[in-house]
């Protein structure tokens, strides 16, 4: 069990910097395409950030694949943090990090897991069928649409939709940049610039 979670750890700490930017783009540009939508965004406009969003910019082949990727590399991380978190709060067990108050990378990544580790993987789960449904498998406009509105959170209303997308999408920007200062990449680039 104890080499499962370390392989976890490992897993985890090698994968975030390579699906960083692209999951921080999707973040964000989900809920700018959200927000921009329900605020009268231009349809030109809605369609580049989409294009960023779903990966079309690279050309449209590359679409079912991009977001293929985009969205098990979000279960993954998931997935594989989520093992950590349990491992780390299981009781008995004891922090190496101390138990200073101070409200640090690590304290605001684990406490934001278990809240939305839920609403991240259906939000993946259902923009991967979404798309693969309709360019693979072919779901009729129809069914693509009912996980589409799962996706978005369309069943909570117009109103409630954009607050649900700017809470999960603010939510997986939280987490990326509190992941990312934890692995220390920024650090060993500014000591080694600083030397």
């Not at 104890?2 to 540009?29: D, E, G």
């Not at 993954?76 to 138990?99: E, F, K, Q």
């Not at 209303?157 to 992941?179: D, E, K, P």
């Not at 934890?182 to 000591?191: A, V």
């Amino acid at each position: 069990m104890q080499n499962t979670q370390r392989n976890f750890r490992q897993f985890h700490r090698k994968i975030a910097p390579i699906v960083f930017l692209p999951l921080l783009a999707t973040a964000v540009t989900g809920v700018l395409y959200r927000i921009g939508r329900s605020g009268g965004m231009s349809g030109s406009i809605a369609g580049q950030v989409m294009s960023i969003h779903t990966g079309e910019f690279l050309g449209e082949a590359i679409v079912p694949f991009y977001v293929l990727l985009i969205g098990l590399s979000l279960v993954a991380m998931i997935v594989t943090g989520l093992t950590m978190w349990r491992s780390r709060s299981a009781p008995g067990t004891v922090s190496r990090r101390g138990s200073s108050q101070k409200l640090s990378d690590r304290k605001i990544h684990s406490k934001l897991t278990p809240i939305l580790f839920l609403p991240l993987a259906i939000s993946a789960v259902t923009g991967v069928i979404y798309e693969l449904g309709q360019d693979w498998f072919g779901l009729s406009p129809e069914q693509a649409n009912f996980f589409m509105k799962i996706h978005q959170g369309s069943y909570l209303g117009s109103f409630l939709r954009v607050i649900y997308v700017l809470l999960i999408g603010a939510g997986l920007v939280a987490l990326l940049i509190t992941g990312i200062n934890m692995t220390g990449i920024f650090h060993r680039k500014r000591k080694s610039t600083e030397a």
